[in-house]
């Protein structure tokens, strides 16, 4: 890397040439490595192991105890629902098994379906086959559309 200085007493111009380093002193390779140790890891992934730790390798629900060979079944529920809400103190947490932890969103979704509100989007029709249907200005447009497309198609 290239340095220049000014004097203001003579007019010159220093320049002095150095060796790349990284701010911190560290090899360029080191702080590459972290790097990639670190977009490794999802964001927000600690708060698994700290809820562990907090509450204990139980389902809190079913009360299934788990040990190391097994811990990868148990997963964490966030009580509110808000995934980015991690408090240290583990409050927004529980610990539950996969089993216990899919039921509880599936009774979500289960609810919403009788309550008719699953799969259910506001949706317009743009063109339908239907004559009657395409009535709308919308609609008289894109037959419109059609048939000059198919006009053309003809024409050449």
Not at 39 to 48: A, S
Not at 80 to 107: A, F, K, Q, T
Not at 144 to 149: M, V
């Amino acid at each position: 890397m290239a340095r220049m200085t000014f004097s203001k007493k003579s007019g010159r111009i220093r320049t002095s040439v150095t060796k790349d380093q990284a701010v911190s002193g560290r090899a360029v390779e080191d702080i590459a490595r972290d790097m990639k140790r670190d977009l490794q890891k999802p964001p927000g992934e600690d708060y698994r192991e700290k809820s562990l730790a907090i509450h204990g390798l139980i389902c809190a629900r079913c009360a299934r105890e788990f040990d190391e060979s097994n811990r990868h079944l148990l997963t964490v529920h966030h009580k509110d629902g808000n995934h980015m809400n991690n408090p240290l103190d583990g409050s927004n947490w529980e610990n539950l098994c996969v089993y216990c932890h899919e039921d509880i969103h599936g009774r979500d979704l289960l609810g919403d379906f009788f309550d008719g509100l699953a799969g259910h989007k506001e949706e317009a029709v743009v063109y339908t086959d239907d004559k009657e249907a395409n009535e709308g200005v919308l609609g008289k447009k894109l037959t419109q559309a059609l048939r000059e497309k198919k006009e053309k198609k003809r024409g050449h």
